[in-house]
């Protein structure tokens, strides 16, 4: 059995924020940036390092992006469903198997 869902851009990667993109002069940005795709950290006042993709370049400036990659754009998410069982009591009670545990953030 196949299943397929499309997740709009708020329940998959998030909305596109313009405030998270950033157009420079070009010399004012190191060299080895300076190609579309290079990625960069970036630190504001606060202290605070966020990385950004360069996504465009043209008359002079350089275009930095800071969202993700796929923010803004709607996923489409397949899956074939191999096989189907029984919770285990422990699945049951917490929801993942015993040996996997709860999802971790790393």
């Known amino acids: 059995m196949t299943r397929c869902?499309?997740?709009s851009p708020d329940k998959a990667f998030g909305d596109s924020d313009p405030e998270?993109?950033?157009v420079e002069d070009i010399d004012?940005?190191?060299?080895?940036i300076r190609y579309?795709?290079?990625e960069a950290a970036l630190q504001n006042d606060n202290g605070d390092v966020m990385n950004f993709r360069v996504v465009a370049?043209?008359?002079?400036?350089?275009t930095l992006d800071g969202n993700h990659p796929l923010a803004g754009r709607e996923a489409?998410?397949?899956a074939e469903v191999l096989s189907i069982r029984a919770a285990t009591p422990e699945?049951?009670?917490?929801?993942?198997?015993?040996?996997?545990?709860?999802?971790?953030?790393?």
Not at 91 to 104: D, H, L, R, V, Y
């Open 5 to 7: 869902a499309i997740l």
């Open 20 to 22: 998270l993109v950033i």
């Open 28 to 32: 004012d940005v190191p060299p080895e």
């Open 36 to 38: 579309v795709g290079a």
């Open 57 to 62: 370049i043209g008359e002079g400036k350089i």
């Open 76 to 78: 489409v998410c397949v």
């Open 91 to 106: 699945e049951i009670k917490s929801g993942f198997p015993e040996e996997q545990g709860a999802p971790q953030v790393h």
